[in-house]
């Protein structure tokens, strides 16, 4: 029960965090750090309901997706996040039983930084390339997608370090 709280608090503080400190920071112009894809990585590892887990993450999407009028783009991003995250946890953690009780806090933290910036990069581009849709402007969206996944990833460590408890 304690488990599902948290994950509740978890969603409801990404979305406000996001729409009301994050979406007005903007750097160079058009790069703004997504911190809600903190949620597909904290989400628990041993949970067996990966239906709840993927319509949870696409429900966060699309709630970003409303505040920012990008018409779905997020939560299509999110939600394939979620849908690849055990198996890049698996090739990069790998897959043992041990791991299957696990917090965030555990893993060694070279693995997690290179965790955190797979899923970050694989979210940025997703969201570019359905936001611009075209390989015309090819070396801009490149760009967007570096220091997104850059900014996304120190902010989000940042704030693992910061906010969660060792065990």
């Known amino acids: 029960m304690n488990r599902n ?6 969603f409801i503080g990404l979305i406000l965090i996001q729409v009301t400190i994050l979406n007005r920071i903007n750097f160079g112009g058009f790069i703004n750090p997504q911190i809600y894809v ?10 067996k309901h990966k239906g709840y887990f993927l319509l949870s993450s696409f429900f966060l999407g699309i709630s ?20 690849f995250r055990q198996n890049i946890f698996n090739m990069i953690i790998g897959k043992q039983d041990k791991y299957e009780n696990m917090t965030f806090h555990e893993i060694p933290i070279a693995k997690a930084i290179t965790y955190i910036i797979i899923l970050t990069f694989i979210h940025a581009t997703s969201i570019f ?3 611009n849709f075209s390989f015309e402007q090819l070396g801009t969206m490149f760009v967007r997608i570096l220091l997104s996944t850059i900014y996304s990833t120190v ?3 940042l704030s693992l370090s910061l906010f969660l408890k060792k065990k």
């Open 155 to 157: 902010i989000i460590y």
């Open 64 to 83: 970003i997706d409303f505040f920012m009028n990008s018409g779905g783009i997020n939560a299509f991003s999110l939600t394939l996040i979620a849908f």
């Open 38 to 47: 903190l949620y597909v990585i904290l989400f628990p590892y041993y949970n």
């Open 129 to 131: 390339w359905l936001e």
């Open 5 to 10: 709280i948290n994950n509740i608090l978890r």
